[in-house]
């Protein structure tokens, strides 16, 4: 009896859990921001077809946070960026740029030789910049973490070549404030990723161990 017991609570929760999970569509899993994120050791996100979320947030001009991953060539390289929406951050709007091998270089109206030494990119790396220019982005409430967020930029290529790829978010203007980036789309869950959620009653590990911007 006592092992039908435990089996019918088995499943009972695998259930439950496949019904949250499919229940949203926002569900990313979190990165550890709780590291360094320079150029010289960036946050590593082991595979980035899964579907990663960087809660962050930047706290003074010039601040640069470097995400790097190993990519296929023709493997789609995606991302997209969320700001919570609190007032003082409507004008919140970091920038995202992607550096890596065969790329076409964009830079989005920024001066290159400015981006260049602001980025420290090195000679043979290429770069796509991508802005949010939105006067007036879509709200959405993302239930894992109890928030409304703005929908800020979004952006998808195939990978031109194999190699290792960076994500670094900035802002060149005088501000700081909070950012999820989001990386990959496959949703791959465990129990102990759940758990982590303050749906769950916890937080993510990178928001635990570091100064958090008030609300």
């Avoid at 969320?82 to 920038?95: L, M, S």
């Amino acid at each position: 009896m006592r092992i039908m017991i435990n089996s019918f609570s088995a499943v009972l929760i695998i259930l439950i859990l496949s019904l949250i999970i499919k229940s949203t569509a926002l569900a990313h899993i979190p990165l550890d921001t709780s590291v360094s994120a320079t150029k010289a050791e960036p946050i590593f996100v082991k595979d980035h077809q899964i579907s990663w979320a960087a809660y962050n947030q930047l706290d003074n001009a010039g601040d640069v946070d470097y995400y790097s991953f190993q990519v296929e060539q023709g493997e789609e390289i995606y991302f997209s960026m969320v700001i919570p929406e609190i007032e003082r951050y409507q004008n919140f709007r970091p920038d995202v740029a992607l550096i890596g091998p065969g790329l076409e270089n964009n830079y989005a109206g920024y001066d290159k030789n400015y981006i260049n030494s602001f980025l420290k990119l090195d000679p043979d790396e290429k770069i796509i910049i991508v802005r949010d220019d939105q006067a007036d982005p879509k709200i959405f409430f993302e239930p894992f973490t109890r928030t409304s967020y703005w929908r800020r930029q979004q952006f998808s290529t195939a990978a031109p070549a194999a190699g290792t790829y960076y994500l670094e978010v900035f802002l060149a203007e005088k501000a700081q404030g909070k950012y999820t980036l989001a990386i990959g789309r496959k949703e791959v869950w465990s129990l102990r990723d759940l758990i982590k959620m303050p749906k769950f009653g916890g937080i993510p590990e990178s928001l635990s161990k570091k100064r958090i911007l008030p609300i």
